[in-house]
């Protein structure tokens, strides 16, 4: 099995910062594209910020310029950096991977989340 493990979320003035972290363990063969996901009450889960294995990223409209995603794959880790924070982006972020995992002889690619993080800008 796989486990993903958020950190950093909080509460933080409209205009600061907050980064989130998260920590993958398990049987991990390889982590193919990672991610991070918000879900705001009534509203539903969507893609805010994404990145291949080899480095490649993807972002939401709403945050471009804001939000950096980034990764270290030494340590399976991804984290983002969110800088000049609205109270829009008040949300659970879940992190996201596709991860490859089983046996090196008979592997299958599987979808992990995290337990969730929540992040609160205030006004």
């Known amino acids: 099995q796989v486990q993903l493990v958020e950190s950093g979320g909080g509460l933080v003035q409209a205009g600061g910062s907050l980064r989130l972290s998260c920590a993958a363990s398990g049987n991990i063969l390889r982590l193919n594209a990672m991610g991070w996901y918000r879900q705001a009450p009534g509203k539903q889960r969507e893609l805010v910020a994404a990145?291949?294995?080899?480095?490649?990223?993807n972002y939401a409209d709403s945050v471009k310029g804001r939000f950096t995603i980034s990764r270290d794959n030494a340590k399976n880790t991804v984290s983002l950096q969110m800088n000049s924070l609205k109270p829009e982006d008040t949300a659970v972020y879940y992190c996201?991977?596709?991860?490859?995992?089983?046996?090196?002889?008979?592997?299958?690619?599987?979808?992990?989340w995290g337990q969730g993080t929540q992040v609160t800008v205030s006004s």
């Open positions: 990145i291949t294995s080899g480095g490649r990223t």
């Open positions: 996201n991977a596709a991860v490859n995992t089983g046996s090196i002889a008979d592997y299958y690619t599987a979808n992990f």
